[in-house]
Structures are given as structure tokens and as C-alpha cells.
């Protein structure tokens, strides 16, 4: 069951508040701005993307919900990523909280990565974490706090031997949340970071939800449910929402009881 998000929780702290989502376009970041959207709160996301994100911000103004403000780019150029910040924050206000989603799970072995390689998955999956953290926290410390929700994997838990850049890079996430959590906690910024299981979105099944996988996941989870992207998102409301105001460097494992 994936769940509906009508039927999901209501966060009255959510509505109004402004959001911004990296990687909106797809996947999990597109449920996390349809549930925001949903929760009427004020959304920008980017991606690189712009097809389907423009699909995305009509679907959701069709259902009657606030649309989300697309802005096209790619965020491993910081300067870009920096000026989205700011449009969003021009647009909808200052932002109240961030959902540091946007990453790329690309199969590697070792063998085969080069320097270059190596450098991109750091930026593609790490380096903008960091930098729209940096980016929102005058912003949040103005507003007298934040959240911050960085999103990691647990694939750095349980070692996964078929990715080793992106497993790196995801285990650093938890190492910078947990150093900018006791740094923006002064100014009463949560900063936690969420670590997704195996997510049924559309780029999982179509690339890797083999038979084998499909007994992996039988094997290995506690529940015998398939996760999906709306179950991720459900969590990141909580982390944004007032209902979580004294939960700060920490891990939300949602991964069906994998780990």
C-alpha cells in the first residue's frame, strides 16, 4: 500500500511555511513536494529535469493545491543552487525547511572510477547538501529556526558492494548532519538526516527490481510491504513540522526493517 495523501496527517505548522526541495523533478523528491503541496505549505524545487517537473507543478495546481515554483538547474553548480535559494526565498519567503533530496545511485565498481567520476558522485550526491545548508541558514536564524533534512541511504549501512562512490558519499551525509546540527543548533536549527531503504520509485523498478532483487527484499526486510516514495515523505513532514521541534541530530531509518 502506498497510501494516499489525503488520508495521511494533517501538520497545521506546515501550511504557509516555504520549502525547498533539490531533486523535486522525480522519484522521492517528487512525492516530497506533491505531501508539502498537499500540507499547503509554500514549495520551490529544482531539478534539472524540466519535462517532468513542469507535468508535476500542472498536476498539482489541477488538484487545487498551492503550485510549487519549478526552477530548472543543475545544483553541482553551487552558484546556481545558491541563486534558486534565493529566488525561492524571494518568491515564498524565507525558507523554513529544507529537504536536501537530489542524488544518483549509478551501479560502479571500483575498478572503473576514475578521479573524475569520483568528484561528480561527491557532487552530485554530498557537496549541495552542504552548500543549501549553508545557503538557508541566515535565512532560518533571521526567522528564529529551521529544519534542515539532509537524506542519506541506508546502503553505507548494510556496505552494498555495487556503488562504492555513492555508499562514500552517502556516509558522509550522516557525519555532516550530525557536525552542522551542533552548529546550527544555537539558532535553533534542526538539521537530521532520513536514510530511505529500497524505494520503489519508477528508475528502481524499471533498472533493478529483478526476481533476484524481489527475493533480496523478501529476505531481508522485516515487513513484506514494498516501500515507496510516499513513505518517505510522510517522515520528511514530521521533520519539517513544529511536532518535531526537539528532534535534531539524528538518523530516520525508513527502510521496511532492512538494517
Not at 505549505?41 to 517537473?53: G, K, Q, T, Y
Not at 561527491?122 to 539532509?150: C, D, L, T, Y
Not at 533498472?207 to 516501500?227: H, K, N, S, Y
Request: charged share 25%; hydrophobic share 40%.
Amino acid at each position: 500500500m502506498q497510501g494516499d495523501i489525503d488520508n495521511g496527517a494533517a501538520y497545521p505548522s506546515l501550511a504557509g511555511r516555504s520549502v525547498f526541495i533539490t531533486g523535486g523533478g522525480s522519484g522521492i523528491g517528487e512525492s516530497l513536494v506533491e505531501h508539502f503541496c498537499a500540507q499547503k505549505s509554500r514549495v520551490a524545487f529544482i531539478d534539472l529535469a524540466e519535462e517532468p517537473s513542469r507535468r508535476l507543478v500542472s498536476r498539482i495546481a489541477a488538484k487545487g493545491d498551492p503550485a510549487p515554483f519549478f526552477i530548472p538547474g543543475d545544483l553541482r553548480d553551487i552558484a546556481i543552487l545558491r541563486t534558486a535559494i534565493a529566488e525561492a526565498a524571494k518568491r515564498n519567503g524565507p525558507i523554513a525547511a529544507l529537504c536536501n533530496n537530489a542524488g544518483n545511485d549509478d551501479r560502479h565498481r571500483s575498478e572503473d572510477v576514475t578521479v573524475d567520476y569520483w568528484d561528480d558522485r561527491m557532487a552530485v550526491n554530498v557537496r549541495h547538501q552542504f552548500f543549501a545548508a549553508q545557503a538557508v541558514r541566515p535565512q532560518m536564524k533571521e526567522a528564529g529556526g529551521g529544519s534542515i533534512i539532509n537524506f542519506g541511504s541506508i546502503t553505507w549501512l548494510v556496505g552494498d558492494g555495487d556503488c562504492p562512490a555513492y555508499v562514500t558519499s552517502k556516509a558522509a551525509i550522516t557525519g555532516m548532519t550530525r557536525a552542522l546540527a551542533r552548529e546550527f543548533g544555537r539558532d535553533r536549527i534542526r538539521v537530521n538526516c532520513m536514510l530511505p531503504g529500497w524505494i520503489m520509485t519508477e528508475r528502481q523498478m524499471r533498472l533493478w527490481l529483478t526476481p533476484e532483487g524481489e527475493r533480496q527484499i523478501a529476505e531481508r526486510q522485516c515487513l513484506p510491504d514494498r516501500l515507496f516514495p510516499p513513505d518517505i515523505a510522510r517522515m520528511a513532514l514530521f521533520l519539517a513540522a513544529d511536532d518535531s521541534r526537539m528532534c535534531s541530530s539524528q538518523q530516520f531509518i525508513v527502510d521496511g526493517g532492512w538494517v
